[in-house]
């Protein structure tokens, strides 16, 4: 152990570097000169991109050329392995992290100026421990990233400090503490069933081969989906996101439906990875979890009536198919699982950013009653078109062809493994899924009037459509919107895009 | 080039249609149908161009997923291509005499529009995954249509039959997806001539069976066979015309062209198993939809009703196992697309001039008020009940025909009693048929007047009126196109 100095490369450490850099500048910046508000928005804003610009090396690659570092001289083990997935999964959540701030910039009005560069410390800290997560390939790494990636956003729910945001925090942090306990027992049992600290297909192998260690490795991997599953709030472990969300302020909730998904997902995937080479049968836990999760997710998301609870819902929904292809263990399900995550967190995102949008068009109330979408195509058009493209991604039905190769992604692994039963449910979520969003969507092209005469719908109340849109988003939240739509059409007309980053 | 522009036209006019639908507005009504009538025609020149010179189109798209740009014409697309264009000019000259209700009428020519791509893509496509994505286009615009500009008169209704529409259509075409990705990775290729050459050679007889029974599950909620028809009743009663005129024709025809395409050709064997059930719930569906209609009180559902039963004698002719079985299937395909688009834009017209369409209340006497509406109903229906020289006719007879001699591998005798079971439908047909004409063509009631067909509105019936004589005496421009991609499925000399 005399000569044991890991190789450092900060190039390729650079997508977690940069925005935890940016946290502690952001800190010190605060202590130097305080009341600065947009200073710190800019520097944050600025991390996060050079983090995102780091990213590219390592997108579309092909499986052997993954960027390594942080490597044991000896054996070449690295703890740091970014391949064309964890690199993509780093770039979305750099990116995700990016239009969270957007929505939540600086009106000049709201927000004590105190808490300003705590929640930029805590956005920046939890986005450097998704970043570090998808590319952590030993226990040690991989736990400490995950639980740096949750932590802070139990303080962010519960900074607005009103007592729903208190009490989603609560529930929050359960989860979080819960998860993390079942995640160190996984590790636990992960480094008896192999010997290794270190999260690869040898170390897999190797407890796999023997007869006496075989169950507890496979013990290491239910448990780790239950850890996991806390996280990606699926069912049995969902309970605390709709509090948690509703209670959040805006931005942050769609900060836990983006980076935290993201976050989440890549941790089981890094785990999935190391076990694919063992040709494993099915994974039924995985099955049985994301068939549940699902179902009930959809269910539930029917009969909400408040729209960030239908979205809540929605993201529990969307988790069981994010982990769906995963019950058939293999490469091609993590690519799956990873596009299917992709196009949830962008269709999600969007979604948000246009709520965000009403919220300071409309007022809070009102933009999160379901029932007042009604009409929202006659009175915001353009708000109105990218609602309906990310509903109608998230239903995965053109023109949210995005959403629709998705799910084309999602159910091959399923088919492939011929997992007939998994796959029907997984017919009849898509169903239910539609039925969600449909819902919404009738809202908002139905006439704003109930009567339903056959007059144009916007004349008769165009004096009220003025007053109503005398109060403007802040253009940070329309640049949100904008991006996220674009990026949307984008990938929708060539899903190739988004899809060959996850490499081959 | 051609097929491109054949799909580009529809898809740019429809989103633009829809997104800059505001601009559009102070002129209202006459900008957005004439922009989509010359979209529409321009589109259907180019599929006309793409009929003759059978141009092919393969382009990479998504190469993760091994899918494929790939569009073609065949003997077997070439009929409904020119369908499709043909009936989506009609939708649109309709509505210059009967303008659409309830919205903004760039929305509604948009989603026109966006239905008719999503059907030209789907009889163009020649990969398989790309068949399920144009499957999947129409239909957001189509609910559209139904839950936007439907008859108002229900709302509760309206949102009823739009939810059910969509939600029957996406169970349906997701079990398809599920049986296609199991076709694909069995067969290794996604090419539907491909997977047609092959006839299902190297799988195996289980696995053949289990994608084909996933598939015609799948595809017999769109056809829709009979205990899965029960979406299309309230869809058809209450769809603005064009909308019912474009599900009836064009949707309905996406589910039997997809089971030649995806079942038959490329599964034999697995269809052979199942084809005896497949005809029963068919044949069941001919007598079924024939009795709804012998009792049905609403015009439009009686349609919708007897749409059941026609498409009933396209899946015997299917379940055959024969060129002449599939011939006919074929055929009856066109001649449904045909007689129920006359009958769905009169019955429209109707319902508006009405107010409603039921057939209980007493009305004018269509031949004493209005002479060509009454003229284009009894064609309609004469070719409905399968009168010989209609276009009915042909489709419903060689489907009989061939499934009383059908493939060696089929149950002779139940095939044989099913055909005795769909002429006793046929039986049905004529009665519903005629007591549809006796309640409101014949009398001599003329109050309360309504005006007669004109503009638009006449000379789509009489271009339809026509294909109905023309078709009917002449089955061979449509059987000749056919038939040699027919015989290519079915493995049998050409005769």
């Given amino acids: 152990m005399s000569q044991a100095v890991v190789s450092v490369n900060a190039g390729i450490l650079l997508p977690v570097l940069a925005p935890a850099l940016g946290a502690a500048v952001v800190l010190v910046t605060d202590v130097a000169v305080q009341h600065l508000r947009r200073v710190h928005y800019v520097i944050a804003l600025t991390s996060l991109v050079v983090g995102a610009v780091a990213t590219f090396a390592g997108l579309g690659v092909v499986a052997g050329a993954a960027r390594r570092t942080l490597c044991l001289p000896a054996g070449g083990q690295c703890m740091y392995v970014a391949d064309s997935v964890a690199s993509t999964l780093q770039l979305a959540a750099l990116l995700a992290a990016a239009l969270t701030l957007l929505l939540s910039w600086p009106d000049d009005k709201k927000q004590s100026p105190g808490s300003t560069a705590v929640i930029m410390s805590m956005v920046l800290t939890a986005t450097a421990g998704a970043t570090a997560v998808a590319g952590a390939h030993d226990v040690g790494s991989w736990l400490v990233a995950l639980e740096l990636a949750t932590l802070p956003t139990v303080a962010l729910v519960a900074l607005r400090g009103a007592r729903s945001a208190i009490s989603g925090a609560i529930a929050l942090l359960?989860?979080?503490?819960?998860?993390?306990?079942?995640?160190?027992?996984?590790?636990?049992?992960?480094?008896?069933?192999?010997?290794?600290?270190?999260?690869?297909?040898?170390?897999?192998?190797?407890?796999?081969?023997?007869?006496?260690?075989?169950?507890?490795?496979?013990?290491?991997?239910?448990?780790?989906?239950?850890?996991?599953?806390?996280?990606?709030?699926?069912?049995?472990?969902?309970?605390?996101?709709?509090?948690?969300?509703?209670?959040?302020?805006?931005?942050?909730?769609?900060?836990?439906?983006?980076?935290?998904?993201?976050?989440?997902?890549?941790?089981?995937?890094?785990?999935?990875?190391?076990?694919?080479?063992?040709?494993?049968?099915?994974?039924?836990?995985?099955?049985?979890?994301?068939?549940?999760?699902?179902?009930?997710?959809?269910?539930?998301?029917?009969?909400?009536?408040?729209?960030?609870?239908?979205?809540?819902?929605?993201?529990?929904?969307?988790?069981?198919?994010?982990?769906?292809?995963?019950?058939?263990?293999?490469?091609?399900?993590?690519?799956?699982?990873?596009?299917?995550?992709?196009?949830?967190?962008?269709?999600?995102?969007?979604?948000?950013?246009?709520?965000?949008?009403?919220?300071?068009?409309?007022?809070?109330?009102?933009?999160?009653?379901?029932?007042?979408?009604?009409?929202?195509?006659?009175?915001?058009?353009?708000?109105?078109?990218?609602?309906?493209?990310?509903?109608?991604?998230?239903?995965?039905?053109?023109?949210?062809?995005?959403?629709?190769?998705?799910?084309?992604?999602?159910?091959?692994?399923?088919?492939?493994?011929?997992?007939?039963?998994?796959?029907?449910?997984?017919?009849?979520?898509?169903?239910?899924?539609?039925?969600?969003?449909?819902?919404?969507?009738?809202?908002?092209?139905?006439?704003?009037?109930?009567?339903?005469?056959?007059?144009?719908?916007?004349?008769?109340?165009?004096?009220?459509?003025?007053?109503?849109?005398?109060?403007?988003?802040?253009?940070?939240?329309?640049?949100?919107?904008?991006?996220?739509?674009?990026?949307?059409?984008?990938?929708?007309?060539?899903?190739?895009?988004?899809?060959?980053?996850?490499?081959? | 080039?051609?097929?491109?522009?054949?799909?580009?036209?529809?898809?740019?006019?429809?989103?633009?249609?829809?997104?800059?639908?505001?601009?559009?507005?102070?002129?209202?009504?006459?900008?957005?149908?004439?922009?989509?009538?010359?979209?529409?025609?321009?589109?259907?020149?180019?599929?006309?161009?793409?009929?003759?010179?059978?141009?092919?189109?393969?382009?990479?798209?998504?190469?993760?997923?091994?899918?494929?740009?790939?569009?073609?014409?065949?003997?077997?697309?070439?009929?409904?291509?020119?369908?499709?264009?043909?009936?989506?000019?009609?939708?649109?000259?309709?509505?210059?005499?009967?303008?659409?209700?309830?919205?903004?009428?760039?929305?509604?020519?948009?989603?026109?529009?966006?239905?008719?791509?999503?059907?030209?893509?789907?009889?163009?496509?020649?990969?398989?995954?790309?068949?399920?994505?144009?499957?999947?286009?129409?239909?957001?615009?189509?609910?559209?249509?139904?839950?936007?500009?439907?008859?108002?008169?229900?709302?509760?209704?309206?949102?009823?039959?739009?939810?059910?529409?969509?939600?029957?259509?996406?169970?349906?075409?997701?079990?398809?997806?599920?049986?296609?990705?199991?076709?694909?990775?069995?067969?290794?290729?996604a090419n539907l001539d491909a997977l047609a050459a092959a006839h299902g050679a190297g799988l195996a007889r289980h696995t053949q069976i289990i994608i084909a029974a996933l598939l015609l599950v799948g595809m017999g909620i769109k056809i829709p066979v009979f205990p899965l028809h029960t979406w299309l009743p309230p869809a058809h009663t209450i769809a603005p015309t064009a909308g019912s005129v474009m599900l009836a024709a064009v949707l309905l025809k996406m589910g039997t062209y997809g089971v030649v395409r995806l079942v038959i050709a490329p599964l034999p064997i697995g269809f052979g198993a199942l084809a005896p059930a497949f005809a029963v719930v068919g044949v069941v569906g001919i007598v079924w939809g024939g009795l709804a209609c012998l009792v049905e009180n609403d015009l439009k559902r009686l349609i919708a009703y007897s749409s059941v039963a026609h498409m009933g004698f396209v899946v015997l002719g299917l379940s055959s196992g024969t060129t002449a079985g599939l011939q006919a299937a074929l055929f009856a395909n066109i001649a449904h697309g045909v007689v129920s688009a006359l009958l769905f834009f009169l019955v429209g017209g109707l319902k508006e001039r009405w107010g409603s369409a039921d057939l209980a209340t007493a009305r004018a006497a269509l031949r004493e008020v209005s002479p060509r509406l009454g003229l284009a109903l009894v064609v309609g229906f004469a070719a409905s009940l399968g009168l010989p020289g209609l276009v009915g006719f042909w489709g419903e007879f060689l489907a009989m025909y061939s499934a009383w001699n059908p493939a060696p591998d089929r149950p002779q005798t139940l095939m044989r009693v099913l055909v005795v079971v769909a002429v006793l439908g046929a039986g049905v047909a004529a009665a519903y048929s005629l007591r549809v004409l006796r309640l409101i063509w014949s009398g001599d009631r003329t109050t309360p007047a309504h005006e007669d067909a004109r503009g638009g509105e006449w000379s789509v019936l009489a271009v339809l009126v026509a294909a109905v004589l023309v078709l009917g005496v002449a089955p061979g421009l449509v059987l000749n196109s056919t038939s040699k991609d027919v015989a290519a499925i079915t493995m049998e000399v050409s005769r």
């Fill in chain 1, 174 to 504: 359960t989860a979080a503490l819960v998860s993390f306990a079942l995640l160190a027992l996984s590790a636990a049992l992960w480094f008896t069933a192999t010997g290794s600290g270190f999260l690869t297909p040898a170390a897999a192998l190797v407890g796999f081969h023997d007869p006496v260690r075989r169950p507890i490795l496979v013990l290491a991997v239910v448990v780790l989906i239950a850890g996991i599953g806390f996280k990606l709030s699926l069912v049995p472990f969902h309970a605390w996101t709709p509090e948690a969300y509703d209670g959040a302020p805006l931005p942050i909730a769609a900060f836990l439906a983006g980076v935290s998904k993201i976050a989440a997902a890549a941790a089981l995937l890094v785990v999935i990875q190391a076990i694919a080479p063992l040709g494993e049968p099915p994974l039924a836990a995985m099955a049985i979890v994301a068939a549940v999760s699902m179902t009930l997710g959809n269910i539930m998301a029917l009969r909400q009536d408040g729209v960030v609870r239908l979205l809540a819902w929605s993201t529990v929904a969307q988790a069981g198919w994010v982990v769906l292809p995963l019950a058939a263990v293999s490469s091609a399900a993590v690519h799956a699982s990873g596009a299917y995550l992709l196009a949830y967190v962008l269709a999600t995102l969007l979604a948000f950013a246009v709520v965000a949008a009403l919220v300071q068009i409309r007022g809070a109330a009102r933009a999160r009653d379901l029932t007042e979408y009604r009409g929202l195509l006659s009175a915001h058009p353009v708000l109105a078109s990218a609602l309906g493209l990310a509903l109608l991604s998230l239903a995965g039905l053109p023109p949210g062809v995005l959403g629709l190769v998705a799910k084309v992604a999602a159910l091959r692994p399923v088919v492939t493994s011929e997992l007939w039963v998994l796959a029907i449910v997984a017919a009849v979520n898509a169903v239910l899924g539609v039925a969600v969003y449909l819902r919404w969507l009738l809202k908002v092209i139905s006439s704003p009037d109930t009567t339903e005469q056959a007059s144009p719908p916007a004349v008769p109340d165009g004096a009220a459509l003025v007053a109503v849109q005398a109060i403007r988003a802040h253009p940070a939240t329309l640049v949100a919107v904008g991006l996220t739509a674009v990026a949307l059409v984008l990938t929708s007309l060539s899903p190739t895009m988004l899809l060959g980053m996850l490499g081959r």
């Fill in chain 2, 1 to 189: 080039m051609i097929l491109l522009l054949a799909l580009v036209i529809p898809a740019v006019t429809g989103t633009a249609l829809i997104l800059y639908g505001r601009v559009f507005r102070p002129s209202a009504e006459g900008n957005a149908n004439t922009l989509s009538l010359v979209a529409s025609v321009a589109t259907a020149g180019f599929v006309t161009a793409a009929v003759i010179t059978r141009p092919v189109l393969d382009q990479p798209w998504l190469p993760s997923l091994g899918v494929r740009m790939h569009f073609s014409v065949d003997g077997i697309s070439a009929p409904l291509l020119i369908l499709t264009a043909a009936l989506s000019i009609a939708v649109v000259l309709n509505a210059r005499s009967r303008p659409p209700h309830g919205g903004s009428s760039s929305m509604f020519y948009g989603c026109l529009q966006l239905v008719e791509l999503g059907a030209l893509a789907t009889f163009l496509a020649r990969d398989a995954v790309i068949f399920y994505l144009s499957f999947e286009v129409v239909l957001i615009p189509m609910w559209v249509l139904i839950s936007r500009y439907g008859d108002s008169h229900d709302l509760a209704a309206r949102a009823d039959a739009s939810g059910r529409f969509v939600l029957y259509t996406v169970l349906g075409s997701t079990l398809m997806l599920i049986g296609i990705l199991a076709l694909v990775q069995a067969s290794g290729t």
